[in-house]
């Protein structure tokens, strides 16, 4: 018997985990890097973790056209509204529009997304707006496939008050047991660190140390990201 599969007509998904922890000064988001087609992998470095404004971003998950279109026209909007105004965006407005969005067309779109970020009225905030459009705001919040194998890892883990540093851990953590549990997730783990200076963001590889073993890579000091050596 051969097994045939034309690829063409299999819808493009991020399968996904996505993750998102609030802390005292900002928040911290990570995801993997698989975006797939069925059993194919179509992308294995995808960046799930999409600027909306500099002190905003959203993790998406479910379809990768919907999740991407719906990310280019919220950060259009909120990019007109801060350049009428004159001020940063709120992340609950953000959070609003994409609420607004996957709800007016849920019967349409396949999108799970978190929205986080930091503004000057309440600081670092998560908000989760899973399948069908609801909007909740949440210390601690994940989504996509991988997140039915950690529920329990996340339960178990976090508690309120973590340090920068003891998020970023955590969320690496939680993402890396997704991955190994999830065929539709893999790849890489992508962090960003979203405080009132901007984002900052790490990569760590899929491994025990979350470091490189590929010969030929070089850390990049105090982030657990690898650069290609010349």
Not at 12 to 36: C, L, Q
Not at 69 to 87: F, G, M, P, R, W
Not at 100 to 108: A, I, V
Request: with cysteine; aromatic share 10%; glycine share 12%.
């Amino acid at each position: 018997m051969v097994y045939e599969m034309d690829f063409t007509d299999t819808p493009v998904s991020t399968g996904t985990t996505i993750m998102a922890v609030e802390f005292d000064g900002g928040v911290v988001i990570g995801a993997d890097s698989r975006t797939s087609s069925g059993p194919y992998v179509a992308n294995r470095v995808t960046d799930k973790l999409t600027r909306i404004t500099d002190k905003i971003y959203c993790c998406r998950s479910g379809s990768a056209a919907d999740t991407q279109a719906i990310a280019d026209i919220v950060a259009y909007s909120l990019n007109y509204h801060e350049n009428q105004t004159n001020k940063d965006a709120l992340v609950f407005e953000a959070a609003s529009e994409f609420r607004n969005f996957c709800y007016n067309y849920r019967d349409s779109l396949l999108a799970g997304i978190i929205v986080a970020g930091w503004d000057e009225q309440r600081g670092g905030q998560v908000f989760s707006i899973p399948l069908g459009g609801m909007l909740t705001r949440e210390p601690c919040t994940i989504g996509g496939s991988g997140s039915s194998f950690i529920y329990g890892f996340v339960r178990e883990h976090f508690r309120e008050g973590m340090s920068k540093e003891e998020c970023v851990k955590f969320v690496k953590q939680a993402v890396q047991h997704a991955i190994y549990h999830d065929g539709s997730s893999g790849g890489v783990v992508r962090v960003g660190i979203i405080t009132k200076d901007g984002v900052e963001r790490r990569l760590f590889y899929n491994t025990e140390s979350g470091e490189s073993e590929v010969a030929g890579t070089s850390e990049v000091a105090g982030t657990g990201s690898s650069i290609l050596v010349e």
